[in-house]
């Protein structure tokens, strides 16, 4: 039996339409498209209150000298492929990035935050 077998956290890839970027660290991923509300009344709660979300996956990627940043802004039909500690994979499609990126020089790192349309993230 493999030492890896039990491992749930920790090592993560990510790779935008097939090409592989470095992550600097904190991939975060949901797949959820309803945001809920709880309806409360002066009486009692009366229900909830239900709204589409975006779903999305981000991350933070290192700077390489490889890489133009402005790239990332430009990226609005991106399908994002992310390998999971866990042996999950979790692919997004037909994504676009949000947010403005800008670099933080000390680690050379820039959030990126790509976001879809219902049902476009999923867990395999």
Not at 23 to 35: F, H, K, N, R, T
Not at 40 to 59: C, L, M, N, T
């Amino acid at each position: 039996m493999s030492d890896d077998t039990n491992r749930l956290a920790g090592i993560a890839y990510i790779a935008l339409d097939g090409q592989n970027y470095m992550l600097a660290g904190e991939l975060s991923y949901s797949p959820g498209d309803v945001q809920r509300e709880s309806l409360i009344g002066q009486d009692r709660v009366h229900g909830y209150g239900e709204k589409p979300r975006a779903p999305f996956i981000s991350g933070s990627f290192r700077d390489a000298g490889t890489l133009t940043v402005a790239d990332f802004n430009a990226m609005t039909n991106v399908t994002v492929t992310c390998e999971l500690a866990n042996g999950k994979t979790v692919i997004g499609r037909s994504m676009w990035t949000v947010e403005a990126q800008e670099v933080k020089t000390p680690e050379a790192t820039f959030e990126v935050k790509f976001e879809g349309f219902s049902g476009s993230v999923t867990e395999q």
